[in-house]
């Protein structure tokens, strides 16, 4: 059984926006910022769940987030991100993210927004056993997401957070032992569309964990909605999924849950001997008001 709810819009103050119309002179193109970019970090340290807020600033609010597990200059690997939650207040996002029962070494993660000053967009919430997928209503298209997989990393985590390439959806898919049975929600931030495209990047180099990244170079458009899908070993999860700034490199990065990092790169898929791949997509639009 799964459950679907839509959240409707208001409009938000958009301060000195007729002034700025006014004074633009006739026939020249108004140059408008990218949008704007928050951040929060949890404290770093050998707790095994942690949660970050990323705060938009005033008379803006959230439209797409992101978040990375950090391990510190020691490096690691193993924890699993559990949710980015795009639906908790207008302005900010919240990010969760746990380590396998008894995994040693200190963390922290860090949850990421991206602010508009521009009307709060749909958001769509659907939720399914497994797997769930939330799409945005007619004439909109997708320009944030969110999503949760309940229970502990080792019995199910998230393998796919994944955009379709009219940028009208997100499916989020789970894995793990008690994946079928996990209780998975998918979120869409909707609102009508802009220019917008989509950005994909794949890689199936050898180890883990999996980088991958890529990088649009059209001053025109920004960074909206990211998500990674991984394939592969049967504890391959996600611990980062970061929309870059105006100009900057947009990157996901896969991890094995439980799984220290020293053991990692000897890990290989169970039917063909590869070790499975990590994908990144993301929707780029021009800005918009």
Known sequence: MSRTMVIGWRPVTIAGLAVGL???????????????????????????????????????????????????????SGVALTGIDADSTDDSITVTAAAAPGRPGNWSVTAIAICESSIE?????????????????EQTRLYGLGFQIAGTPTAAHVREISLDPEL??????????????????????????????????????AGW??????????PDLHVYATGATVTGPAAATLD?????????????????????????????????????SLTMEAALSGTFH
């Open 22 to 76: 006014l004074l633009t002179p006739a026939g020249a193109a108004q140059a408008i910022p990218p949008p704007a970019r928050a951040t929060g970090t949890s404290a770093f340290d050998a707790r095994p769940v942690k949660a970050a807020t990323a705060t938009c600033p005033e008379e803006t609010v959230s439209y797409a987030g992101g978040a990375v597990v950090n391990y510190g200059p020691a490096g690691g």
């Open 121 to 137: 967009p749909w958001r769509i919430i659907r939720s399914g056993s497994g797997t769930a997928t939330a799409t945005c209503p």
């Open 168 to 205: 009208t959806r997100v499916r989020v898919t789970a894995g793990g032992p008690a994946a079928g049975t996990a209780k998975v929600t998918a979120t869409a931030l909707c609102r009508p569309p802009s220019d917008m495209r989509r950005l994909r990047a794949v890689t199936d180099a």
């Open 209 to 218: 964990p999996k980088l991958v990244s890529g990088q649009d170079t059209d």
């Open 240 to 276: 980062a999924i970061v929309p870059g700034p105006d100009g900057g490199r947009t990157w996901a990065r896969g991890t094995l849950v439980g799984v220290s990092a020293r053991l990692a790169g000897r890990f290989r898929g169970a039917d063909d001997g590869q070790d499975g």
